[in-house]
């Protein structure tokens, strides 16, 4: 397992390396003096060489990527100061460092995040093992239906009914807004109940429909239908042998949502109005804020790595003839 984990963070070292020199040699690429992009509008050619002078523009573009890349490890100097590891160099539009930036918004969007995934995760794993143990009863039928529906509708269509309904029209709950959890707790929890409340709505549905049918596969596995032979009991068998091994396909559904909703739930936060790392990543690309892209794109990258070693490392656990493969 040690060996599996080692091979895994060197090769994802160099993949981020990869996608790193990837995004700065294409964002690079572009026809465009980024010393006049910083600088805005109606701005003097001096004050332009300046401002190339201070990003390092000025260099072989070898020598900015270098800086670049070794700036992520052990920080960069720019004239604001000291960027700290890991720099991602210096936004165009605000003039703040863009891991100060992303660190003031990740709060937001992990909070968002990891309260959806506790929601779907529990009522839709819930239904979904509700239907396939009454599989082809009325229950099942209504967990199945509902869950059709549900998952066809989209956060962007269903959040706006959700604000008239609660916010606009009845004034139960108030309009969506972080508040740090650290401050407090309960305007924290209210702040984000409507988009979770949407987020888990919809991928509840996902999860109740993925539950079931890896359920109902694993039910017909040879395993199982030994287990029975044996006469242990039908509760026993159904979360001892069958469960266990429906979560293999649950688990990787988990690590592609998660990684999603972390790099940024850029629909969730602009239907809602809130400043995540979705909406930071629009701003940039609207504003043609070259460095907050990169590093937003760098920041995703990441999130999706590491939830993928951390998703193999489940297989390995909930199943053990992957740890013998």
């Given at each position: 397992?040690?060996?599996?984990?080692?091979?895994?963070?060197?090769?994802?070292?160099?993949?981020?390396f990869l996608?790193?020199?990837?995004t700065f040699f294409?964002?690079?690429?572009i026809p465009?003096d980024?010393?006049?992009?910083a600088?805005?509008?109606?701005?003097s050619?001096?004050n332009?060489?300046?401002?190339?002078?201070?990003?390092?523009l000025?260099?072989?573009?070898t020598?900015?990527f270098?800086?670049?890349?070794?700036?992520?490890?052990?920080?960069?100097?720019?004239p604001q100061?000291h960027?700290?590891a890991?720099?991602?160099?210096?936004s165009f539009d605000?003039d703040?460092?863009v891991?100060d930036s992303?660190k003031?918004?990740?709060?937001?969007?992990?909070s968002?995040?990891?309260?959806?995934?506790?929601?779907?995760?529990?009522?839709?794993?819930?239904?979904?093992?509700?239907a396939a143990?009454?599989?082809?009863?009325v229950?099942?039928?209504?967990v199945?239906?509902?869950?059709?529906?549900?998952?066809?509708f989209?956060?962007?269509f269903?959040?706006?009914?959700?604000?008239?309904?609660?916010?606009?029209n009845?004034?139960?709950l108030d309009?969506?807004?972080?508040?740090?959890f650290?401050e407090n707790?309960?305007?924290?929890?209210m702040g984000?109940?409507?988009p979770?409340?949407?987020?888990?709505?919809?991928?509840?549905?996902?999860?109740?429909?993925m539950?079931?049918s890896?359920?109902i596969?694993?039910?017909?596995?040879?395993?199982?239908?030994?287990a029975?032979?044996?006469?242990?009991?039908q509760?026993y068998?159904?979360?001892?042998?069958?469960w266990?091994?429906?979560?293999i396909p649950?688990?990787?559904?988990?690590g592609?949502?998660?990684?999603?909703?972390?790099?940024?739930?850029v629909?969730?936060e602009?239907?809602?109005?809130l400043a995540?790392?979705?909406?930071?990543?629009?701003?940039?690309s609207?504003?043609?804020?070259l460095?907050?892209?990169m590093g937003?794109?760098l920041?995703?990258?990441?999130?999706?790595?590491?939830l993928n070693?951390?998703v193999?490392?489940?297989?390995?656990?909930?199943?053990?003839?992957?740890r013998l493969a």
């Amino acid at each position: 397992m040690l060996q599996f984990l080692i091979r895994r963070l060197s090769g994802a070292v160099v993949i981020m390396f990869l996608i790193g020199a990837f995004t700065f040699f294409l964002f690079y690429s572009i026809p465009q003096d980024f010393a006049e992009l910083a600088c805005g509008k109606n701005c003097s050619p001096e004050n332009i060489a300046v401002i190339r002078e201070n990003l390092g523009l000025d260099k072989p573009i070898t020598t900015q990527f270098w800086e670049f890349m070794t700036g992520i490890v052990t920080g960069r100097d720019f004239p604001q100061g000291h960027c700290s590891a890991p720099c991602l160099g210096v936004s165009f539009d605000s003039d703040q460092f863009v891991w100060d930036s992303i660190k003031d918004r990740f709060p937001l969007t992990l909070s968002l995040t990891v309260g959806g995934l506790v929601i779907f995760l529990l009522f839709g794993l819930g239904t979904g093992l509700l239907a396939a143990w009454k599989r082809g009863t009325v229950v099942d039928k209504l967990v199945s239906g509902s869950s059709m529906v549900l998952s066809s509708f989209q956060i962007y269509f269903l959040g706006p009914i959700v604000l008239s309904i609660l916010v606009y029209n009845t004034g139960w709950l108030d309009f969506p807004k972080y508040v740090d959890f650290t401050e407090n707790p309960a305007k924290w929890f209210m702040g984000m109940l409507i988009p979770w409340a949407v987020m888990a709505t919809i991928f509840t549905a996902q999860y109740t429909r993925m539950a079931r049918s890896t359920m109902i596969e694993q039910l017909q596995e040879e395993h199982v239908r030994t287990a029975r032979a044996k006469g242990m009991r039908q509760a026993y068998v159904f979360f001892r042998y069958a469960w266990r091994g429906s979560l293999i396909p649950i688990v990787t559904i988990i690590g592609m949502d998660l990684s999603a909703l972390l790099s940024g739930a850029v629909v969730t936060e602009f239907t809602f109005d809130l400043a995540g790392i979705g909406r930071l990543a629009v701003d940039g690309s609207l504003s043609k804020d070259l460095p907050l892209t990169m590093g937003v794109m760098l920041f995703g990258a990441f999130f999706i790595l590491i939830l993928n070693i951390i998703v193999d490392l489940a297989y390995a656990y909930i199943d053990p003839r992957v740890r013998l493969a």
